[in-house]
């Protein structure tokens, strides 16, 4: 993969301080923006950042993926990786939606990334928000190497349908009213998403940009990732002072994170 994908923008990290306000960035343009959730979460994690980026203008949408979520009745050992390509797909189809700024938090770094050289002609921006980000053939449980892979095998391997019990949400850093919240929603997840390979569509990445949280508990499942990116040289590199769950803790800082990123 890394031989087809063009460099596109300089390597370097953006500090976000020096980033435009969102109703500054609202004044240029309306950016349709599909947000992905991570692992064990929904589309009910971006409640806090969607009245935020309407409010600056964007046009923006969360889906649920399949088995998770408000979809938590649609779990099977079924549910894989590509499951959740198509589930983006064709939402992006369904809803006509052209021009789009994809979306990847966490776990979606995966599918999202997989997803946006299925549809190049829709989508022309894909961020990844402290995310996995693969090579053609690599798994999730490549890049959590052996410890995780193996915890993670034996939990769904004690679930009758091969599903992962969720983490807590003190797990990714969050404590107080945030965790309980986040505890009360979090779902199991299809562990084929896991160990399914990752294939690429015939369309180049498009534009491209990496935001990692600084401050996340869980940075070092990613490090893989993050030399995932560095290697392919076509991400604008980008931190931010917060926990994993930023949308979560930040949504005002992540709202303006990612109406900058759009512009």
């Known amino acids: 993969m890394l031989n087809r994908r063009g460099l596109l923008m300089a390597g370097a990290t953006v500090p976000i301080a020096g980033m435009q306000s969102i109703s500054a960035r609202a004044a240029s343009g309306s950016p349709t923006i599909v947000l992905v959730h991570g692992a064990w979460h929904g589309g009910w994690c971006w409640s806090r950042v969607l009245p935020l980026l309407t409010e600056a203008g964007a046009n923006v949408t969360a889906p649920t993926l399949t088995g998770l979520g408000e979809r938590a009745h649609l779990i099977n050992r079924h549910v894989d990786l590509e499951t959740h390509v198509a ?19 966490s776990y979606a770094g995966f599918p999202a990334s997989l997803a946006a050289t299925r549809r190049p002609d829709a989508i022309s921006h894909l961020i990844l928000l402290d995310s996995y980000f693969p090579l053609e053939g690599e798994t999730i449980l490549d890049h959590l190497g052996p410890d995780f892979a193996n915890d993670f095998n034996a939990k769904a391997a004690a679930d009758l349908e091969w599903n992962i019990p969720a983490l807590p949400a003190e797990a990714f850093g969050l404590e107080g009213d945030n965790a309980a919240w986040v505890n009360r929603n979090l779902t199991p997840h299809p562990i084929a998403t896991h160990t399914q390979a990752a294939k690429y ?10 935001v990692s949280c600084t ?49």
């Open 201 to 210: 569509g015939p369309g180049e990445l498009p534009r491209r940009s990496y």
């Open 87 to 105: 589930d983006i797909v064709n939402h992006i189809d369904y809803e006509e939606l052209t021009d789009v700024i994809l979306v990847g938090h």
């Open 215 to 263: 401050q996340s508990t869980i940075a070092p499942i990613f490090q893989k990732s993050r030399d995932n990116v560095q290697a392919d040289g076509g991400f604008q590199m980008v931190e931010i002072a917060s926990g994993h769950d930023v949308m979560v803790e930040q949504p005002q800082l992540l709202s303006e994170t990612l109406m900058t990123l759009a512009n």
